[in-house]
């Protein structure tokens, strides 16, 4: 693996990082934080005194890609988007292997992904029925019903 040193710090770090932060972090220095909204809607704890890290440097690559950062109260919570595209997968999976035509796309939304929530399967209708009986079966797939 390629490394560089860093400026600040003399820590080797990847040299085809996304985004490196390097920074000092100073044993008993803290500030106020928070307070701020956990992924499943719940406040983690009152504002307070935290430790903090003094940036110095960011390094990145050309171009980098920062993915599925969703620091904010639920539903967004990145947790619920990681299951969110994981289940929409697997209810996709779920209608192609029972042979339901006309199937275009799924989406199980991040805020219903941890459990029993709102799905939404776009299709393109082929006889009358066709959408009750791909939301009776999008509804019963274990992907939509069930966490693991």
């Not at 459990?115 to 009358?128: F, I, K, R």
């Amino acid at each position: 693996m390629e490394v560089v040193k860093g400026e600040v710090t003399d820590l080797l770090i990847r040299a085809r990082a996304e985004i490196v932060i390097e920074g000092l972090s100073h044993p008993g220095k803290v500030k106020e934080e928070g307070p701020f909204g956990e992924f499943n809607g719940y406040y983690g704890r009152r504002a307070g005194p935290a430790p903090y890290i003094e940036v110095k440097c960011v390094h990145y690559r050309n171009d980098p890609i920062l993915t599925c950062s969703l620091l904010a109260s639920y539903p967004s919570g990145e947790p619920g988007l990681f299951h969110s595209i994981a289940k929409s997968a697997k209810i996709w999976d779920g209608l192609m292997a029972l042979g339901v035509p006309g199937i275009k796309g799924d989406y199980s939304f991040p805020g219903s992904a941890k459990g029993m929530g709102v799905v939404a399967v776009s299709l393109e209708q082929h006889y009358p029925g066709h959408a009750s009986q791909v939301a009776a079966l999008a509804a019963q797939s274990t992907a939509a019903c069930f966490t693991e």
